[in-house]
Nanobody, 119 residues
Framework: VQLQASGGGLVQAGGSLRLSCAAS????????MGWFRQAPGKEREFVAA????????YYANSVKGRFAISRDNAKNTVYLQMNGLKLEDTAVYYC?????????????WGQGTLVTVSS
C-alpha cells in the first residue's frame, strides 16, 4: 500500500487544518488507519486511529476534543481534521496503515506532511 499525505502548512495558533492521506490499494477498507507525528528532536508519537469501517476511533490525550479522524473507503482516503491548533502541535504528520484492527504496528507509512503552528 502506498500512502500519500497532504494538507500540511503554516497556520496560526487556534486555527484549523485538514490532513488527507490517499491510499493506492483498493483493499483500503481492510486496513486500520492512523496518524502519527514527530516534532523536532522528539520521537514519533501516536495521534489518532480509525478502524476498518470507521466505527471506532482512538486519540492521544493531547489531541482529544480538538482533532477528528475519519475515512472515506470509497475514495481510499483517511482524514485528520485539526482544530484549535497549538504551538506544540507543530510536527511532521505521518499516516499509516495496519492490517490489524485496532491499529497496533503499522505495516505501511506515508511520507509525512509538515504542520507548523505559529503564535
Amino acid at each position: 500500500v502506498q500512502l500519500q499525505a497532504s494538507g500540511g502548512g503554516l497556520v496560526q495558533a487556534g486555527g484549523s487544518l485538514r490532513l488527507s492521506c490517499a491510499a493506492s490499494r483498493r483493499t483500503f477498507s481492510m486496513y486500520a488507519m492512523g496518524w502519527f507525528r514527530q516534532a523536532p528532536g522528539k520521537e514519533r508519537e501516536f495521534v489518532a486511529a480509525i478502524s476498518w469501517g470507521g466505527g471506532n476511533t482512538y486519540y492521544a490525550n493531547s489531541v482529544k476534543g480538538r482533532f477528528a479522524i475519519s475515512r472515506d473507503n470509497a475514495k481510499n482516503t483517511v482524514y485528520l481534521q485539526m482544530n484549535g491548533l497549538k504551538l506544540e502541535d507543530t510536527a511532521v504528520y505521518y499516516c499509516a496503515a495496519d492490517s490489524h484492527d485496532p491499529l497496533r504496528a503499522p505495516d505501511y507509512w506515508g511520507q509525512g506532511t509538515l504542520v507548523t503552528v505559529s503564535s
